[in-house]
């Protein structure tokens, strides 16, 4: 059983950055990934940011590549996600979620294992 609990969420003006932390307790075996997703009000679930747990391998969804960065601490058991450039469209509830195999299904929410309760990002214009 994994525990997922993200923090560092809160309001930020278009242009600036904010970080979000992932802290997961249990045991996270070297085969994770760990991802970052994002809901809006009436939209779908949408995948941000991976990586690999053993590696750090990363991928970005395109709408942030360049402006955001996943980084872990296996050490630590934490997961980060660096946001810069903020924009309006980035406002969202972002959870933090575990994979137990990290594949090329790593975008897909349907095969997250574990979520976080969510933090909310609101980025004013």
């Known amino acids: 059983q994994v525990q997922l609990v993200e923090s560092g969420g809160g309001l930020a003006q278009a242009g600036g950055s904010l970080r979000l932390s992932c802290a997961a307790s249990?045991?996270?075996?070297?085969?994770?990934?760990m991802g970052w997703f994002r809901q809006a009000p009436g939209k779908e679930r949408e995948f941000v940011a991976g990586?690999?747990?053993?590696?750090?391998?990363?991928i970005y969804a395109d709408s942030v590549k360049g402006r955001f960065t996943i980084s872990r601490d296996s050490a630590k058991n934490m997961v980060y996600l660096q946001m810069n450039s903020l924009k309006p469209e980035d406002t969202a509830a972002y959870y933090c979620?575990?994979?137990?195999?990290?594949?090329?299904?790593?975008?897909?929410?349907?095969?997250?294992?574990?979520w976080g309760q969510g933090t909310q990002v609101t980025v004013s214009s």
């Open positions: 990586i690999a747990w053993s590696g750090g391998h990363t």
């Open positions: 979620a575990a994979d137990s195999f990290w594949d090329e299904k790593i975008v897909d929410p349907r095969n997250y294992d574990y």
């Open positions: 249990g045991r996270i075996s070297s085969t994770y990934g």
